[in-house]
């Protein structure tokens, strides 16, 4: 099992900036990916980035590129996501997840390919 608790999320104004925190904590030590994934009301749960611990590669989302960045602190069993220039669009839930087994990165934004989450952060965005 492997525990997230994210934290970090909050109201900002549009242009404004957050920084998102997933700690992880119990059997870590194969957890092959770490993601953020958001979802808004009445909307699918969407990939935003995710990070592979191991080697350090990184993917995002289309909407979210050049503005997030996901980084870790293996030390500290800990995954950032560094939202700058937020948008109202922005405004979600986030969730952090654990993903345990290889894949191609074609399926790292795939929520259904995750195998742990945590409770989740909001986020919201004002104009």
């Known amino acids: 099992q492997v525990q997230l608790v994210e934290s970090g999320g909050g109201s900002v104004q549009a242009g404004g900036s957050l920084r998102l925190s997933c700690a992880l904590s119990?059997?870590?030590?194969?957890?092959?990916?770490i993601g953020w994934f958001r979802q808004a009301p009445g909307k699918e749960r969407e990939g935003v980035a995710t990070?592979?611990?191991?080697?350090?590669?990184?993917l995002y989302g289309d909407s979210v590129k050049g503005r997030f960045t996901i980084s870790q602190n293996s030390a500290k069993n800990t995954v950032y996501l560094q939202m700058d220039a937020l948008k109202p669009e922005d405004t979600a839930m986030y969730y952090c997840?654990?993903?345990?087994?290889?894949?191609?990165?074609?399926?790292?934004?795939?929520?259904?390919?995750?195998?742990?989450w945590g409770q989740g952060t909001q986020v919201t965005v004002s104009s």
């Open positions: 990070i592979a611990p191991g080697g350090g590669t990184t």
């Open positions: 997840a654990a993903k345990t087994s290889y894949s191609s990165i074609n399926s790292w934004l795939i929520a259904s390919n995750f195998d742990y």
């Open positions: 119990g059997y870590t030590y194969n957890t092959r990916y």
